[in-house]
């Protein structure tokens, strides 16, 4: 996009990290107003030719990769921000929370009817969960997206994602809905999609997920809004990063002395298992669980490698005495992580857990 004569852009901020920009429609002031918070990925990445489609840096800041998004000024007046540029395996809690933070703020204005967030796809997933967990007061749309192909590549997917996003986040019709993801002409739920192609553009996965796509760029929902059920209002303190919690993978020949090492040394808070199958652990690290929750009071959310299904409740291991273990209903072992961050985080008991995990859908 050329800085055209009906655009007036203002920097109201130089410090790359935290720069703020806005591009206003003069003409048409009536337009919805829409915030982008930037954060990296691969839609902020650059390779060093065009055919490059791995290897690629994140070195591309909101206010270039905005120049690639055509027709802007008829659609939204719109704002954008760069909170942080990196890729999205660097994210941690205490960059979800920072960015949290930063949507609170741009919600309290009172001005935006929208927000888009560029992201990394790697942890999109997680984030997108976290968010949907933490903003369940605001009917605003919130609309994650970002790229498979950097923006030096032929045929690079950023742009038309990220206008695509913005679509969404200026639509009345996506009131309502929660925070979605947008990629691929895809719209989905960000809490339970899931990045299901290691390398291709139609990345992101979810039975549970879908919501509504694009053709010739007009939005098709095929519902009426709704959230994903099970919410709950969680008290989040942005100062404090949450609790360790440890993924736990099952397979052929699990090492049952990773659990210990998880809880002793690690210091983790609480455990989920990705297990096989529907759940399923070898008995020893079952037993040992148990003791992990007898001696030391550390929850074991039962999730699961396999892509789609749940671990249903009738597949909980049954040892005297082991309350500690819950399923994740159909969270998987990464979305189930953050949720048990949240309890943590918000001191619940054992049943609380247990209760917070059974509004999940098939908790
Ligand atoms: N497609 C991507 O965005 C992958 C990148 N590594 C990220 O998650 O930041």
Redesign the pocket.
């Given at each position: 996009m050329t800085k055209g004569d009906n655009l007036e852009i203002i920097n109201d901020d130089l410090n790359l990290e935290h720069s703020a920009f806005s591009i206003r429609s003069q003409c048409s002031s009536n337009l919805p107003k829409i915030k982008i918070l930037a954060t990296?990925?691969?839609?902020a990445s650059k390779g060093t030719t065009a055919s490059q489609t791995a290897g690629y840096k994140?070195d591309l800041t909101i206010d270039e990769l905005i120049q690639s998004v055509p027709d802007i000024s008829g659609i939204c007046d719109l704002q954008y921000e760069q909170i942080m540029n990196i890729?999205?395996?660097e994210m941690d809690s205490k960059h979800f929370l920072t960015l949290y933070h930063s949507i609170v703020k741009t919600l309290s204005t009172g001005i935006y009817d929208g927000i888009v967030i560029t992201h990394?796809?790697?942890?999109m997933e997680e984030t997108s969960f976290f968010l949907q967990c933490a903003l369940t007061e605001t009917d605003i749309p919130i609309v994650i997206s970002?790229?498979?192909r950097p923006s030096s590549s032929i045929s690079a997917d950023g742009p038309m994602n990220l206008y695509q996003a913005i679509r969404i986040a200026a639509c009345k019709q996506s009131i309502g809905r929660g925070v979605l993801v947008s990629l691929n002409d895809q719209i989905s739920s960000g809490y339970y999609i899931t990045k299901a192609n290691a390398n291709s553009l139609d990345t992101f996965n979810g039975r549970q997920g879908y919501l509504g796509n694009f053709v010739n760029n007009e939005i098709y929902y095929y519902y009426p809004p709704t959230k994903p059920l099970g919410l709950y209002n969680w008290n989040i303190n942005i100062n404090t990063s949450l609790d360790e919690v440890t993924i736990l993978y099952g397979h052929q020949g699990f090492n049952k002395k990773l659990i210990m090492l998880a809880v002793r040394e690690l210091n983790s808070k609480g455990l989920v298992f990705a297990g096989c199958g529907a759940g399923s652990m070898a008995k020893e690290a079952n037993e040992l669980a148990s003791e992990m929750w007898k001696n030391y009071n550390i929850p074991i959310i039962y999730s699961k490698r396999s892509i789609d299904g749940l671990v249903p409740k009738a597949a909980l291991p049954k040892i005297d005495g082991f309350t500690g273990a819950v399923s994740a209903g159909y969270l998987n072992p990464q979305k189930a992580r953050i949720l048990l961050q949240l309890c943590l985080n918000n001191k619940l008991d054992i049943h609380q857990i247990r209760k917070v995990f059974e509004g999940v859908c098939g908790g």
């Open positions: 990296g990925g691969t839609i994140v890729d999205s395996s990394g796809t790697d942890t970002g790229s498979m």
